[in-house]
Each structure stands twice: as structure tokens, then as C-alpha cells.
């Protein structure tokens, strides 16, 4: 799996002109998978963002986590982040998981989310979103399970 983790003070995911998912702050993901990954990639990658200290203690140092906080996630499907720009110029998505199997690993990845008791929004597996969202700090990080 690879996640593109941005720190928001605010986010949402539109499909059709209508609001699908919104948070008021916390993490905005963008979450892709590959054809390897597995539960087991999926429930590394929940605990291990849940608890990555990237909010501000009181002396200004990234020393709290999102359930420390109290934020919420707004996470969203995204295969292009398995996209190869080596050769050429139309990106290559060989590496991304077929849908059946990313939708899979998707859901497993935020019911786990869930499990460590974070509430959690979510896009349209699979539909044309439009994404928006205030970067806090900016503070953006790339989570990978391998």
C-alpha cells in the first residue's frame, strides 16, 4: 500500500455535486494498492497512521497523534499513485491492484481505521471525485505497508 497522508484543517470528497465524505480536521488520505497487498498491509498501515505524531503539542512540537487530538479521516481511493512515469509520457498502472482486489484492501483498511476508534469518511470507490481540503502546516507524508 502506498498513502499520501496530508494534515488538514478541513476536507471533503464530491461526487456528482454532492458531498460524499467531509471532516472538519485531521487527515486527508489518498490510498493506493497494489497487486501484493494484503489484510495484513492494510492493518500495518491504519495503526501505523493513527498514531504517526504529526500534530502540535503546546509547546508547538509534533508530539500528538490524530487520536490524541481527536481528528478524523477522510480517506479516498487512489490507483494512480501506483502510476509509472519512467518511460514515455502516458503513465503506466501495471502496478496497480485490479478493482475487485483494491476495493478489497480499501475496505479492510478503513474498517482497521475504525478499529483504533478514529471516525472515518470516505470517496466513491472507482467514481470521478473532486477533492478538497486546507493542507495544515503543510505537513504531507507517504505511508507505504512494504
Known sequence: MRIVVQRTKEASVTVDNN???QIPFG???LVGVTHEDT???AAYAAEKI???RVFEDEAEK?????LD???QILSVSQFTLYGDCKKGRRPNFMAAARPDHAKHIYDVFNEELRKQGIHVETGEFGAMMDVRLVNDGPVTLIVESK
Open 19 to 21: 458531498i460524499v465524505g
Open 50 to 52: 493513527v498514531n504517526l
Open 62 to 66: 509534533m508530539n500528538h497523534s490524530l
Open 27 to 29: 487527515f486527508m488520505l
Open 39 to 41: 489484510e495484513a498491509d
Open 69 to 71: 487530538v481527536g481528528g
